[in-house]
């Protein structure tokens, strides 16, 4: 005789799982989320919508890449969710898009109920700060397909936001103001490079450098910085031409998607001092500074194109948000590139 559990998946584990997320998940509830006694889709009220003259819905899907490997190594699961909602969400706002909700998927080789928990939680904690609700998800057990303490989480997310209002590269003018939006940190993006530093430098996620002032596994899972309702603040109070999501690609690479073909973004390097863990990545790897520029975020995580008269409003209504901004360069006469100076 053979049964599915003897096949290596464990359903009342995941029936346990579902049981100590729930609580977590209902701290992201909007109102306009409504109950489905099945449990089978999550629903929201598109009513909702009504206020709206040309609801455009926006939508997102995205990961956290090989960060979730750092997580399983250090043991840490409680933050590696808020990742993933950084990741999907803001994107979403760079258009002037609402978060409204989001649903996730979780593979492990094993589901340890506790472990999943974290995870959701995480995620849920991420929808809050974003302001979405995470109305639904799985969980699947895939043994032998990976191994009993890995997993891999993805996400989709969607937004809505006024036609007439939406941000983009077609609103942006020459002599706006770029603003450099402070990252927490590495965020989700280059950790396949990261992880061949720690590597082949021989690090250990435990050892305490000095120039970070804490384990180095504490500082690369430090959780990404979610800005989606601070841009929408932003957005409403000031004129905020187009946002671009710092990711993979760097400063350079993202921003250049958030402009004109007719215009660049001149960028002052000497703006802003990267945080600690981008030297230390650089020094230990011996890592040129193209390959950071077109890798990391270097600790701008989001950058803002606001009209030149709206940049020292925009700055100091970031600041008191908590998020630190400053200038970062100025939108010029060019051929649809950010670049330095």
């Known amino acids: 005789?053979?049964?599915?559990?003897?096949?290596?998946?464990?359903?009342?584990?995941?029936?346990?799982?579902?049981?100590?997320?729930?609580?977590?998940?209902?701290?992201?509830?909007?109102?306009?989320?409504?109950?489905?006694?099945?449990?089978f889709a999550g629903l929201f009220d598109a009513s909702a919508l009504l206020k709206y003259e040309r609801p455009l819905l926006a939508t997102s899907t995205d990961g956290v890449g090989t960060k979730v490997m750092i997580a399983q190594r250090y043991g840490k699961h409680d933050t590696i969710g808020i990742d993933l909602v950084g990741m999907v969400l803001d994107d979403l706002v760079v258009c002037g898009a609402e978060p409204l909700f989001m649903t996730d998927y979780i593979a492990c080789g094993k589901v340890v109920p506790e472990r999943v928990a974290e995870i959701v939680g995480g995620i849920a904690e991420g929808c809050r700060?974003?302001?979405?609700?995470?109305v639904g998800g799985e969980t699947a057990e895939h043994p032998g397909a990976m191994g009993p303490d890995e997993y891999d989480l993805a996400g989709a997310g969607t937004g809505v936001v006024e036609a007439s209002a939406m941000l983009g590269p077609d609103r942006v003018r020459e002599g706006d103001v770029v603003l450099g939006l402070a990252s927490s940190g590495v965020h989700s993006n280059g950790y396949s490079l990261?992880?061949?530093?720690?590597r082949e430098a021989g690090l250990s996620?435990?050892?305490?450098?000095?120039?970070?002032?804490?384990p180095l596994g504490e500082e690369l899972l430090e959780p990404t910085r979610?800005?989606?309702?601070d841009c929408l603040a932003l957005a409403r109070t000031v004129e905020v031409h187009a946002y671009a999501h710092i990711t993979g690609?760097?400063?350079?690479?993202?921003?250049?998607?958030?402009?004109?073909?007719?215009?660049?973004?001149?960028?002052?390097?000497?703006?802003?001092?990267?945080?600690?863990?981008?030297?230390?990545?650089?020094?230990?790897?011996?890592?040129e500074q193209k390959d950071m520029d077109r890798t990391f975020n270097l600790g701008?995580?989001?950058?803002?194109?606001?009209?030149?008269?709206?940049?020292?409003?925009?700055?100091?209504?970031?600041?008191?948000?908590?998020?630190?901004?400053?200038?970062?360069?100025?939108?010029?006469?060019?051929?649809?590139?950010?670049?330095?100076?």
Do not use: C
């Open 1 to 39: 005789m053979t049964s599915y559990e003897a096949a290596g998946v464990d359903i009342e584990a995941g029936e346990r799982a579902v049981a100590l997320m729930k609580d977590k998940v209902a701290r992201s509830r909007r109102p306009e989320v409504v109950d489905d006694a099945s449990g």
């Open 129 to 134: 700060l974003a302001g979405a609700a995470l």
């Open 194 to 198: 990261v992880r061949h530093v720690v």
């Open 205 to 214: 996620l435990e050892a305490e450098l000095p120039e970070l002032g804490r």
């Open 226 to 229: 979610i800005y989606s309702l």
């Open 249 to 287: 690609g760097g400063v350079e690479g993202n921003l250049s998607r958030s402009l004109p073909g007719h215009l660049d973004a001149l960028l002052d390097r000497s703006s802003w001092t990267p945080p600690a863990i981008f030297s230390v990545l650089a020094g230990h790897g011996r890592i």
């Open 300 to 341: 701008v995580g989001m950058a803002a194109i606001v009209a030149p008269e709206a940049a020292d409003e925009a700055v100091r209504l970031l600041t008191e948000r908590g998020v630190p901004a400053w200038v970062l360069g100025e939108v010029v006469p060019g051929s649809g590139q950010a670049r330095y100076r």
